[in-house]
């Protein structure tokens, strides 16, 4: 994704919130025959921009570790005890929710 021409459609505004296919700031105005024109371009799909809030949120530069102590760390313990537990991971596809969970040799993940 990283290296193709791809849009990013999330845009992380803290640790709780974030906004789904965010509008851009061209998404306003275009250009017409030269003409800036007043309304949006209608050839385009309109933007989302539909806001979202989690208890947490981690976006492409959080590491394994940092998603570990924020969200795993604490239910070990209470496995350990023998309750049953449960991690669900949840985000777009390609978005990383498997390398986070199982990790590489060199980058463990979080189970």
Do not use: W
């Amino acid at each position: 994704e990283k290296t193709g021409a791809y849009d990013n459609i999330i845009s992380v505004i803290d640790r709780n919130m974030l906004i789904f296919d965010p509008k851009d700031n061209d998404d306003e105005c275009f250009f017409f025959k030269g003409k800036k024109q007043g309304r949006r371009d209608l050839n385009k799909k309109a933007k989302k921009d539909k806001t979202f809030t989690f208890d947490n949120i981690y976006d492409a530069d959080s590491t394994n570790q940092e998603i570990f102590e924020g969200t795993t760390k604490n239910v070990v313990g209470t496995l350990m005890e023998g309750y049953n537990c449960c991690v669900f991971a949840y985000g777009a596809t390609g978005a990383g929710k498997t390398f986070t969970m199982l990790g590489a040799k060199d980058k463990p993940g979080i189970i």
